[in-house]
């Protein structure tokens, strides 16, 4: 390797590593990520991400805190179990370039009121436009629910055989899913996309629920 293509890789890591770092922070300033809660990865080329390791503070994420993970490669130690959904979206979706998964609490709650159901469908809300590639609120908005299981491993295969399907007939396939009862997984061709997708989605869930409790 060249010097220069040298300089180019490392310069492509460390700004995925502090695209991870600044998306964690931002989530905690907004209370997102309680705790230890939550995961956020970037893609840096087309076979490495960088991603937060399990159990940190993401409001307090340091350099050591990122790991540089390859697609094709067992998890490296030290990482979330839930890597492997990151890792499988990637894998399944060459376009991704961040994901992002916060507990966010509209994001948690709505997830596990409709925990029974397949998706949560969204519509008439003019927020709905900052998702990607929604032109106009009267747009149905398709989020799919999976029932939290601790076998991320089963989980990422659910998901994936999902996503994998056409999104109901005329219905717009959202650029995220909720797990029940636990959280928000959001994601776009940068991470910039992927922070507007948590914050809308989180926004809308919020006045989805209060639509819902001021009708009759």
Do not use: C
């Amino acid at each position: 390797m060249t010097v220069a293509l040298a300089i180019v890789e490392r310069d492509d890591v460390e700004a995925a590593i502090e695209a991870v770092i600044e998306a964690g922070r931002n989530a905690s300033a907004r209370h997102w990520v309680p705790a230890t809660s939550g995961n956020f990865s970037v893609r840096i080329d087309d076979n490495r991400i960088a991603i937060t390791r399990s159990g940190v503070d993401k409001g307090a994420l340091t350099r050591t805190d990122i790991l540089i993970q390859s697609l094709d490669a067992p998890l490296l130690p030290g990482s979330s179990a839930e890597a492997a959904l990151h890792i499988r979206q990637y894998v399944d979706s060459p376009e991704t370039g961040a994901i992002f998964h916060i507990h966010g609490p509209y994001s948690a709650v709505i997830g596990r009121a409709h925990a029974s159901e397949d998706a949560i469908h969204i519509g008439g809300w003019e927020l709905q436009k900052a998702l990607s590639g929604v032109k106009t609120h009267e747009t149905i908005v398709e989020v799919p629910v999976f029932a939290n299981d601790q076998d991320v491993d089963a989980l990422s295969q659910r998901v994936a055989a999902r996503l994998a399907e056409p999104p109901q007939a005329e219905r717009f396939r959202a650029p995220g899913y909720l797990l029940a009862g636990h959280g928000l997984y959001a994601w776009g061709k940068t991470p910039r996309d992927a922070a507007r997708h948590l914050e809308a989605f989180e926004a809308l869930f919020n006045q989805t629920m209060l639509l819902g409790s001021y009708r009759p």
